[in-house]
């Protein structure tokens, strides 16, 4: 079907009206006393409603933990991936250790950083960097040493520098690789920060994140307010991932293919 | 005359591994335009990356200019098999690449890049990406960017290998036309029997495992040659009898392409 026809546009409206249909259903379904357990769509509403400052406050803190380290990570992981597309050597010695960093769950690391690094924004941070790293130094570090054999040659035979070979030759051909692993890394900050801020975001005196308010709620058994903290969580999930495309299309779309305008 | 390019028993072998190309000697003289045709294995890649520094030779003397091969040797220029772009810089700013290493001023690779894409065609498409432009025009690109270094010697890899026919002899046309000008020398890797001979003064049959030569072919064809020489009735005889040689050599893959 054309993209572009009218039908195809409201598809994703439809399903979304499907969606809520079903809900209202199943909460309809449910036996009187048991409804509680899946507050219908506008109970959701009224709880953003009536914990808005609350969800609002916790979402930026939130975001603001999740920006951090969703950063750090971009950065750390570009530098370490320059240093380890060095050499195979380089490789082999440092791989199997980001492996362990990756594979060890981050519920068991959480709390050790607690302990390291006092519960707050700092802990959430590093939390989350901890969860977008390895996407992103695993992308970044396959596409530096992708480059055309040819294309090297082409450089040697210019007398280029390392230097020169990593900015005009490694890096901009690494670009789509980095680009990848940010897509996966932004689905994983704000994930990184509410896992965070479930650990350590307790301290500053009711400036915790929506981890934090997850805690609250479920302790106190809003369960409309927790499904408002889950909206709000994916909201912010969309954004990092949102904000990725488009810095991606805005880096790429001249030249690579995979924006290449197709007639099909 | 001093040669350009001068190989005296030059073998090359990567590490232990078997020979690559053994005891290859051969003279080529400025303004040559010298094709070198064999089977899968025989070392045509080989032969032009010692050529080019990118590969030091294993024994024997290999002098270009009666100099030892090095990188970056001015007035030496290298054409890929592929078109070999940066897919994120446009046309201009591809050309401008060897330039812009070798620390050429802004202006002056504009100048020398803008003049390359003249002499193929490609003034109009200076600002395109290359994924717009077809296998043909991108092959231009390389080759302007080898024309913008303004070379004495043109190591060409199987340029035109994965064209289809008919661009294929018009570039073939089009590289001779602008030799004509500019007069350098030129050594060619080819599997294809028909561009050695439109294009060379001279092809070099090679043979595989290891690497050697087998026959050198002079070809007496008049220049300007054109699209007209196709159709030579000479021209077809040489085609014709070159692919022979080709055919009776033996070929370890089967596999050596031969279009007469």
Redesign the interface.
Known sequence: MNPRSLPHRLLPAFTGVLFIALWYAAHALLASERRFLLPPPHAVLRAFHDHGPALWSAALNTLQGALLGFGAAAVGSSLAAVVLSLTPLVRASLYPYLMILQLTPIIVIAPILVLWAGAGIISVTIITFLICFFPLVVNTTQGLIST?R??V????????SRT?ELL??RA??A?PYFFTGLRIAATLAPIGAIVGDFYAGNSAGGQGGLGFLTIIYSSQFKIAALFATAVSSCALGFLFAGAVVALSWFCLH????SY?RSDT | MRPSVAFDAVSKRYGDGPAILERISLRIAPGEFVSFIGPSGCGKSTLL?LV???SPVTSGTLTVDDHAPA??TPE?A?V???P?L????NVERNVE??L???GESKERRRERARAALALVGLTERAQY???QLSGGQRMRVSIARALSLSPKLLLLDEPFGALDEMTRDRLNEELLAIRAEHGWTALFVTHAVAEAVFLSNRIVLLAANPGRIHREIPIDLPYPRTAETRLNPAFQSLVASVSQELRALPSPAADAAVRP
């Open positions: 055309d040819n294309l040659d082409l450089f040697r035979m210019s007398r280029a020169q005009l030759l901009p051909g670009l001249r030249w690579h293919d290449s | 990356k080019a520094g990118l990188l970056a030496l290298f890929f098999q592929e070999t940066l897919p994120w810089l690449v060897p812009r290493l070798r990406y290359p994924r």
